[in-house]
């Protein structure tokens, strides 16, 4: 179990740029997550797949976000047209059906 | 009033003494209920879960469970300094541990 893993750790952009980053869940782990945290705040979910499927996307997530999971293993977070108010950490978190999600150390993202 | 909340902090609790941490949910149907320790730029870590009314105890943590109340606890006896720390409560949506619903978190102190 070598934990979820999140690439890159820090991210600097200038507004306006894309990003993507990656993230690659414990082995068997068949669910994915995102969410984001801003400071002073618990984390807010984002979306989430089971396998390959995308089940929900938060009605909070603009258009500019997607998330991929293409083979049901690793899973891309991409954000197009980068703003201010993406600034934060984006956490990706994996879990076994029906159990406790674990966190990986996230994606700190700054945009310029 | 939001989903999920915790109580107002910062907490800080003297080296050995028991720290006391609240949280409220609005959803009557909620079955199961997490904690998350986060320390200062790391990921949260799954500390504790409860299921069912009552108190569960794992070392010097013990979660309290009022359903009726719609409302769970998180102690903590003994407290350490490296239990300082922002504790996360967080409640899952349905009964297929889908995405979290984040409290805001409580920064807890613990001086010597």
């Known amino acids: 179990d070598t934990g979820v893993s999140q690439d890159p750790r820090h991210k600097i952009t200038k507004r306006g740029q894309n990003v993507t980053f990656r993230c690659d869940p414990i082995?068997?782990?068949?669910?994915l997550y995102w969410y984001r945290q801003t400071l002073g705040q618990g984390p807010e979910f984002l979306t989430y797949?089971?396998?390959?499927?995308?089940?929900?996307k938060s009605r909070l997530l603009s258009d500019r976000f997607s998330a991929e999971r293409p083979k049901g293993s690793f899973s891309t977070l991409e954000i197009q047209r980068t703003e201010q108010g993406d600034s934060a950490m984006y956490l990706c978190a994996s879990s076994p059906s029906n159990q406790p999600q674990h966190f990986g150390d996230g994606t700190r993202l700054s945009i310029l | 009033q939001k989903e999920v909340e915790q109580n107002s902090g910062p907490l800080s609790v003297p080296e050995g003494a028991i720290a006391s941490l609240n949280c409220t949910y609005s959803d009557r149907g909620s079955q199961s209920f997490f904690w998350y320790r986060q320390y200062s730029g790391k990921s949260p870590e799954l500390i504790m879960f409860?299921?069912?009314?009552g108190d569960k105890e794992d070392g010097r943590f013990t979660a309290q469970l009022n359903k009726a109340s719609q409302y769970v606890s998180l102690l903590i006896r003994d407290s350490q300094p490296s239990d300082s720390a922002t504790y996360l409560c967080a409640v899952p949506s349905g009964t297929s541990y889908g995405k979290l619903t984040f409290g805001q978190g409580t920064i807890l102190t613990v001086h010597p």
């Open positions: 082995s068997e782990h068949n669910r």
């Open positions: 797949f089971q396998n390959e499927a995308q089940l929900e």
């Open positions: 409860i299921y069912s009314n």
